[in-house]
Nanobody, 121 residues
Framework: QLQASGGGLVQAGDSLRVSCAAS????????VGWFRQAPGKEREFVAA????????LYADSVKGRFTISRDNAKNTAYLQMNSLKPDDTAVYYC????????????????WGQGTQVTVSS
């Protein structure tokens, strides 16, 4: 079970860190990816670990501004969002899979409930 938190209302240019806490003790075995869904739009990929160790896949729209990380001791993954823009306004979801390098939502087995991030101009 995954639970995303840390969303909120921020201004353009601000930073925000969203967390994804897992209740599963085998959390370290899973790959955590991030997606978002803006009002009236389809869910889109944000970031996930790449098949290349130490590398990360990022959507072009967030590359250079967003960073993912994880703390297995805390069973938690993070999405650090810097230089936020109004276009980043969306519900952010974390999702887990056993396979790296996945950017399609149907490739993830477990999903958190999402957390709202709103960026004002």
């Amino acid at each position: 079970q995954l639970q995303a938190s840390g969303g909120g209302l921020v201004q353009a240019g601000d930073s925000l860190r969203v967390s994804c806490a897992a209740s599963e003790r085998t959390f370290s075995r899973y790959v955590v990816g991030w997606f978002r869904q803006a009002p009236g739009k389809e869910r889109e990929f944000v970031a996930a670990p790449s098949v290349f160790a130490g590398s990360t896949l990022y959507a072009d729209s967030v590359k250079g501004r967003f960073t993912i990380s994880r703390d297995n001791a805390k069973n938690t993954a993070y999405l650090q969002m810097n230089s936020l823009k109004p276009d980043d306004t969306a519900v952010y979801y974390c999702a887990a899979t056993t396979r790296v390098g996945r950017s399609r939502s149907d490739e993830y087995e477990y999903w958190g409930q999402g957390t709202q991030v709103t960026v004002s101009s």
